[in-house]
């Protein structure tokens, strides 16, 4: 079992940044593929990136160059750094941790960007 809590969401303008921090709790967790989703208001849960054990990201076209996922295997932690924020970012974002076929869930963060 693998227990995950994020922190870090909050309100900022357009073209701000902000950083989510996801910890999470339980044994192995260098094992398990790591990322991000988030849901938008009347939308699905869209994948926003995911970074393995080796540190191997992948992005979601449309915040590229934009945000950033680290993991630290020693501190049991992945981050979200988002830079360049847009009105259409605005989500609960929430932290997954997966390994073979099991996927675990945060509670997910509010992320608003509004003027």
């Known amino acids: 079992q693998v227990q995950l809590v994020e922190s870090g969401g909050g309100l900022v303008q357009p073209g701000g940044s902000l950083r989510l921090s996801c910890t999470a709790s339980g044994t192995f967790f260098s094992r398990y593929l790591m990322g991000w989703y988030r849901q938008a208001p009347g939308k699905q849960r869209e994948l926003v990136g995911s970074i393995t054990s080796g540190g191997y990201a992948i992005y979601e076209n449309s915040v590229k160059g934009r945000f950033t996922i680290s993991r630290d295997n020693a501190k049991n932690t992945v981050d979200l750094e988002m830079d360049g924020l847009k009105f259409e970012d605005t989500a609960v974002y929430y932290c997954?941790?997966?390994?073979?076929?099991?996927?675990?869930w945060g509670q997910g963060t509010q992320v608003t960007v509004s003027s």
């Open positions: 997954y941790a997966a390994a073979s076929g099991v996927y675990y």
